[in-house]
């Protein structure tokens, strides 16, 4: 049972263009949402997040939608640029099942020079 | 700051082996998670450690055990090896829990521990 859910395993972009990550959930009760980035070989590193009573927030060139009707979320990325190319992992999480973050599979971004 | 650290980076194991994995938290982090990732496959949550208790666990058999020492490190203990056992395996740190800080800012993980089982 997938709550978290990104479609897209991978995505290609033109260096300067806008890249769009999207993040699909089932539950309706998360009421907190993260953006993490990995490269190769590290661990995860925290990105944004935003909470449930928020449609958006930004930090300089990302910015996150949420959409809680369609239970949707996006990370935009604008522009984007070579070190962007990474793994990015939405996340979830609910104060009932103890703040536990729920994980999404990822989407590895490609940034084509 | 020193970040969250895991020992080994690589660990190769034999099929009914025991591996232990080992994480030392950030300074003042008194939350360890532990997650499992397989190829292709997203972070699988292992367990959660706080204060020297298991807080909580995933979907995983009980020969995935673990513990948090004192200091607030922890391991991660795989009995019983088996070959899907192989993934990478990451430890993350956060303040307690309590405070909600903890809630996506504190989580920082380590690079993790290639564990490959044949």
């Known amino acids: 049972d997938q709550q978290v859910k990104q479609n897209s395993p991978s995505l290609s972009v033109q260096e300067g263009r806008i890249s769009i990550l999207n993040c699909d959930y089932t539950?309706?009760?998360?009421?907190?949402f993260l953006w993490y980035k990995k490269y190769p070989a590290e661990g995860p590193t925290f990105l944004i997040s935003?909470?449930?009573i928020k449609d958006k927030n930004e930090d300089g060139r990302f910015t996150v939608f949420l959409n809680k009707s369609a239970k949707h979320l996006s990370l935009h990325i604008v522009p984007s640029q070579p070190g962007d190319s990474a793994v990015y992992f939405c996340?979830?999480?609910?104060?009932?099942?103890?703040?536990?973050?729920?994980w999404g599979a990822g989407t590895k971004l490609i940034i084509k020079p | 700051e020193a970040g969250v650290t895991q020992s080994p980076t690589h660990l190769i194991k034999t099929r009914g082996q025991q591996a232990t994995l080992r994480c030392s938290p950030i300074?003042?982090?008194?939350?360890v998670y532990w997650y499992q990732q397989a190829l292709g496959l997203g972070l699988q949550f292992l367990l959660w450690?706080?204060?020297?208790?298991?807080?909580n666990r995933g979907n995983f058999p009980p020969r995935f055990s673990g513990r948090q020492f004192p200091n607030y490190s922890s391991e991660l203990n795989v009995n019983a090896l088996e070959l899907e056992d192989s993934a990478l395996y990451l430890c993350?740190?956060?303040?307690?829990f309590g405070t909600g800080r903890h809630r996506g800012y504190g989580y920082t993980f380590g690079s993790g521990t290639r564990l490959t089982v044949v």
């Open positions: 935003i909470s449930s």
């Open positions: 993350a740190s956060s303040m307690t």
């Open positions: 996340a979830a999480s609910v104060e009932d099942s103890n703040y536990q973050l729920i």
């Open positions: 300074s003042g982090h008194t939350s």
């Open positions: 450690y706080d204060e020297g208790e298991e807080r």
């Open positions: 539950n309706s009760m998360f009421d907190y």
